[in-house]
């Protein structure tokens, strides 16, 4: 099934975020329909620095390549404000697409663009990012390519700027409408009520975010189509080694830390250690 008709189905799909091969096979094992590959996790992960524009096009169609090669399902990427103007924006959709994505989210922040969930962001004319959705849909090779058109001018221009912003992303010819940080429950209700019988919705859940925390239940039930949970493997993975240092810094051993870990034999289970090996014999000269 496509990415397209799984979001016309009557059920919220929901999508781990993911930044590397396994991150995105464990969220395919564990049972996920789809993954999406967050740039805040990317730049958390692959530079320990903060979502703040720092990841490059060419950095991320390298990441997506490596995620492809190695899971099956449809990956989600966050594709930032496409790398620079409308141009640039085609050549991001068509690198992205060969090398596996199967849907682009693009916003419309100002270059240098930053989470949005942090304070000081900007964004570009409406106009422009008009000009940017259409761009990107003229430049996808499939129409199974889906396009996300996010805006961020709740922060910068006010909620009706934002609903305004999304009437025309979505007239330009976006899939999927993604209006970022609403601040309260009644702006999450407004969003539904103007645009879900037009177009598929997606939510984003930020633990300790601007939004309120709801459920994908609780998300369906309000009309949203889609629901991502970029960060939260991140906070996660932090805590996590935080954890795992110290315990490793006071006790010299992984001991008494065992049991919040996967041994060797595990571990080599989940990435399929055994088929590769004997994968690889196959090819072996008698």
């Known amino acids: 099934m496509t990415l397209k008709k799984r979001l016309a189905s009557n059920k919220i799909l929901l999508a781990p975020g993911v930044f590397d091969g396994l991150s995105a096979l464990i969220a395919e094992k564990s ?4 993954v999406y590959l967050s740039g805040a996790s990317f730049a958390y992960t692959r530079f320990g620095r903060p979502d703040v524009g720092l990841v490059t096009m060419s950095e991320v169609a390298e990441n997506i390549a490596l995620i492809r090669d190695r899971i099956s399902l449809p990956i989600i990427v966050d594709a930032d404000n496409g790398f620079g103007n409308a141009l640039n924006v085609q050549r991001t959709v068509r690198v992205f697409e060969r090398s596996g994505a199967n849907c682009l989210q693009l916003e419309d922040q100002s270059i240098p663009k930053r989470c949005g969930h942090l304070q000081g962001k900007s964004v570009i004319k409406k106009a422009e990012m008009v000009g940017k959705i259409r ?7 499939s129409k199974d390519t889906l396009i996300i058109a996010r805006t961020d001018s709740i922060a910068v221009e ?3 700027s934002a609903v305004d912003r999304s009437d025309a992303y979505l007239t330009a010819g976006a899939d999927i409408l993604f209006i970022e940080a609403p601040q309260s429950i009644a702006e999450m209700e407004i969003i539904s009520n103007t645009f879900r019988n037009r177009v598929p919705l997606m939510a984003n859940m930020v633990e300790g975010g601007k939004s309120p925390s709801l459920n994908s239940d609780e998300l369906h039930k309000m009309g949203f189509s889609l629901v991502i949970f970029p960060g939260g493997l991140v906070r996660a993975l932090a805590k996590t080694c935080e954890d795992y240092f110290s315990n490793l810094i006071k006790e010299g051993s992984n001991t008494k830390f065992l049991h919040r870990m996967h041994d060797f034999s595990s571990l080599n289970e989940i990435l399929g250690t055994s088929n590769l090996l004997n994968k690889g014999k196959e090819y072996d000269q008698e």
């Open 31 to 34: 049972g996920a329909e789809v």
């Open 135 to 141: 761009a990107a849909c003229d430049a996808r090779l």
């Open 158 to 160: 006010g909620f009706d």
